[in-house]
């Protein structure tokens, strides 16, 4: 087992550890004492609104910010003990990946392979097959991509490092939904082969789908971490979106229930939020009453829900308070 | 085009140990050297170089009239010796520091301007051996093209004849050692040349704009060489970056003399060493990012 030899070889128990980081950009707090641990081989999911501290916390890890406050570890070593040497097996990219656009991508990836040393260069064409870029494509100039190509060109880039560790900020950005089904299988397979992925995604049913456990932050803050079941169980309850044949016999038979919330939905329909076994419950009740179930769908899954909650005041107030003068996208 | 997920394990497996990186600075120079042999502008200045002087030759060869107002014009005529000379004197104290700034003005705004600083600051390599190596890279381009110009002015000017030249103090200089006069004028041009390369070089990392470091650079060495024409104290005019860039009109006189050579070799280590250890200051705690 990749994973179980991986644990054995570090003796490791987290590959990332921050402790109490916290990143001012003049007068904006971009990171507010985060704390984070993610173990070896772990696929961790970092959401949060736009603002909310992703990008930065991403980029700490890969010392492009320098926290103002706090500690920051990978595979048990800081910067200030490892030196140059802390990025070893570490890659990814953090926002759009950017390349040089007067080299192609073939060239690109040279110099990056230059950078690594080593046999990195042997490995270039293999990657750019691996993504997708192999041949034409390989030799256009880079300022000609299109975002999803520059986003393989990133993943491609990250493969040449060869990494126990791979941070991904919102790496199906502009990929198609092909691309986007390919990742996913990608970093599930390197996970089940002890590579520890941190991913941050707008994309909830990413998250869910690949993630062991996610990091919820809102304002610069950690407000809600732990595994995914975790959070789950302590989420709200899922909100479904039903159709039936008498949506308004329906919401009277809803109404004297304490454990099923249910309203009508502007776009028709009703939104009822309820946990699983008391929706179960409920359609059989509307079934009983002779009203058919025409449509039922999770609109809004547990995790949903509760990142919707977490993070519903920092969105309140950035929708209500722009800030005049501050950087238009809080995280760098 | 599909991305092959069920053949990524072979990276993971492979990882064993933590790589050590090698010769930091030198690879990160290998790298830049590599970048600035794929851009078209280095690659137009080159070749400039190479046939520039020829084409002045051809130039001057249409003129019947000298250019008497730079030292040694008025012998273009008569004396290959004198054109390398001419060049020199007419363009030294803007085109050289036009030729560096090109790049050194460039070399790290650039990834500002790419966004790319993110892309290679995450492959194991210290912000110390970037700066280092792009520096190296800077002064090497500047070094290279000194030696390009070295080499194509004098074979251009000496493709008509190797005549013996009029020194600057009137004195005939034989062929062969006006050839290392030659040589030795242009390299005495080298300590100003790296210190306007590494004020490009300051001007390019504090900005993060190339349009700074390069036009500023150009800017700063046209208004060097106004400020000398004005009636300067002695000392003001030895701290200037420009002046020893006329340290050669020494050499050319009997007796030879070297002390604005060597005071040149003083102020441009001081602008060198200046401009070099603000840049790096500057350089060393940026936030690299959209927030920066």
């Known amino acids: 087992m990749p994973l179980l030899r991986f644990v054995v070889v570090t003796g490791l128990t987290s590959a990332v550890e921050v402790r109490g980081i916290t990143k001012w950009f003049g007068e904006t707090t971009a990171l507010d004492a985060v704390d984070l641990t993610v173990g070896p081989g772990e696929v961790h999911g970092l959401l949060g609104p736009n603002g909310a501290g992703k990008t930065t916390l991403l980029s700490a890890m890969f010392g492009l910010v320098l926290p103002d406050e706090g500690t920051l570890r990978l595979f048990g070593r800081s910067r200030a003990e490892a030196g140059a040497a802390w990025l070893d097996g570490v890659a990814g990219f953090v926002e759009t990946p950017r390349f040089y656009p007067y080299l192609n991508g073939r060239r690109n990836l040279a110099v990056l392979a230059g950078l690594d040393g080593e046999d990195a260069a042997s490995l270039i064409d293999d990657a750019l097959e691996r993504v997708g870029l192999a041949g034409p494509a390989a030799r256009r100039k880079v300022r000609g991509y299109s975002l999803g190509m520059r986003q393989r060109l990133g993943l491609a880039a990250a493969m040449l490092r060869r990494p126990r560790l791979l941070i991904l900020d919102e790496p199906a950005n502009g990929m198609d939904p092909v691309g986007i089904r390919d990742l996913r299988a990608a970093l599930r397979r390197a996970a089940r082969d002890g590579v520890t992925v941190i991913l941050s995604s707008h994309d909830m049913a990413q998250i869910e789908e690949i993630c062991d456990s996610a990091t919820i932050l809102s304002a610069g803050r950690v407000v809600a971490a732990g595994r995914l079941d975790a959070l789950r169980a302590a989420a709200p309850d899922p909100v479904w979106r039903m159709r039936t044949s008498d949506d308004t016999k329906a919401l009277a038979i809803a109404a004297p229930l304490d454990t099923v919330k249910a309203a009508s939905h502007d776009g028709g329909g009703m939104v009822v939020h309820a946990a699983q076994d008391e929706m179960d419950g409920y359609v059989l009740s509307l079934a009983a009453a002779g009203i058919a179930v025409r449509g039922l769908e999770l609109d809004r899954t547990p995790l949903e829900a509760l990142f919707f909650q977490l993070t519903a005041a920092q969105t309140a107030k950035a929708a209500k308070l722009p800030e005049p003068g501050a950087p238009a996208e809080v995280t760098p | ?292």
């Not at chain 2, 990882?15 to 010769?23: D, I, L």
């Not at chain 2, 004020?199 to 208004?223: D, K």
């Open chain 2, 1 to 292: 085009m599909s991305l092959a997920a069920d053949r990524w394990p072979a990276y993971a497996e492979r990882e064993a140990a933590v790589r050590k990186p090698a010769g930091g600075t030198l690879v990160v120079w290998r790298v830049e050297l590599m970048k600035l042999a794929g851009k078209i502008l280095v690659r137009g200045m080159t070749v400039l170089a190479v046939i520039g002087p020829f084409m002045v030759v051809e130039f001057l060869n249409l003129q019947s009239a000298t250019p008497g107002d730079t030292p040694f014009g008025q012998w273009v005529h008569t004396s290959g010796f004198a054109i390398p000379m001419t060049i020199l004197g007419f363009g030294a104290q803007w085109i050289l520091p036009a030729i560096t700034a090109v790049v050194a003005g460039d070399i790290y705004s650039a990834d500002d301007h790419f966004g790319t600083w993110k892309t290679i600051l995450t492959r194991s390599r210290s912000r110390g051996e970037l700066f280092a190596g792009k520096f190296l890279a800077a002064v090497t381009f500047a070094v290279f093209m000194l030696l390009l110009l070295t080499v194509t002015d004098l074979i251009a000017g000496l493709l008509p004849g190797r005549e013996p030249v009029v020194g600057l103090g009137g004195q005939l200089v034989p062929a062969g050692h006006a050839t290392w006069l030659v040589l030795a004028s242009y390299l005495s041009d080298l300590p100003p040349l790296l210190g306007f390369t590494a004020l490009a070089v300051l001007l390019s990392v504090a900005s993060r704009n190339s349009v700074v470091g390069i036009g500023g650079t150009v800017a700063i060495a046209v208004l060097f060489q106004i400020v000398t024409l004005a009636n300067m104290p002695e000392w003001g005019q030895q701290a200037l970056l420009s002046t020893p860039f006329m340290a050669w009109h020494g050499f050319w006189t009997a007796p030879a003399f070297y002390g604005p050579f060597l005071w040149g070799l003083v102020t441009c280590g001081a602008w060198f060493a200046v401009c070099g250890l603000a840049a790096w200051l500057v350089f060393r705690r940026r936030t690299i990012g959209a927030a920066s």
